[in-house]
């Protein structure tokens, strides 16, 4: 079983529209939790990290459960600009590694 | 503001060419990463820095070497290059342990 697994998508949505997407992870000692977005052939950005209480950054709001051992990214009043790949990263264990899905592809149409 | 810097950002070699890509960071972060990406695949962890001073393999380390030559740089050669290291290669760099990375615009290799 993957560390970290993604549904690919892609998510295709109207501009304006929520979209909400989950990622599960497989070790229940994670500790750390962040999203990335990539661009199309360009490097991975963090987009916000995630804490235990969920967290909000303007549009976009991540959840923690553990219980389930899955993270959320919920997407609201999308833009074209949104249109990205999205990448959940887990830190697990006490080496220096991150754990990299292989992200979800949201579109944005007009 | 340069974050992480990468150089090379394109390169074309012939099979079995060997060449090293460069990798700096100016944050003082302490941990250094090189991953692969190939199209349609997640990062893929070839060789990674804890600390100034080690290196350790990651998920797909054949074919290539590292060198933490300072805290600054982290460099990855390729002795001898084949087609199937044809790739994105991005590296990133940490701060602390339970920290994100940043990463580095990019080196797209292709080999021939």
Known sequence: R?????DPGPFN???GATVAFNCTYSNSASQSFFWYRQDCRKEPKLLMSVYSSGNEDGRFTAQLNRASQYISLLIRDSKLSDSATYLCVVKTGNDYKLSFGAGTTVTVRA | NAGVTQTP????????QSMTLQCAQDMNHNSMYWYRQDPGMGLRLIYYSAS??????????????VSRLNKRE???RLES???????VYFCASMPYQYQPQ???????LSIL
């Open chain 1, 2 to 6: 993957k560390e970290v697994e993604q």
């Open chain 2, 102 to 108: 940043h990463f580095g615009d990019g080196t797209r």
């Open chain 2, 52 to 65: 100034e001073g080690t290196t350790d393999k990651g998920e797909v380390p054949n074919g290539y070497n």
């Open chain 2, 9 to 16: 950002k394109f390169q074309v070699l012939k099979t079995g």
């Open chain 2, 74 to 76: 982290f460099s990855l």
């Open chain 1, 13 to 15: 949505v109207p501009e």
């Open chain 2, 81 to 87: 290059a084949a087609p199937s290291q044809t790739s």
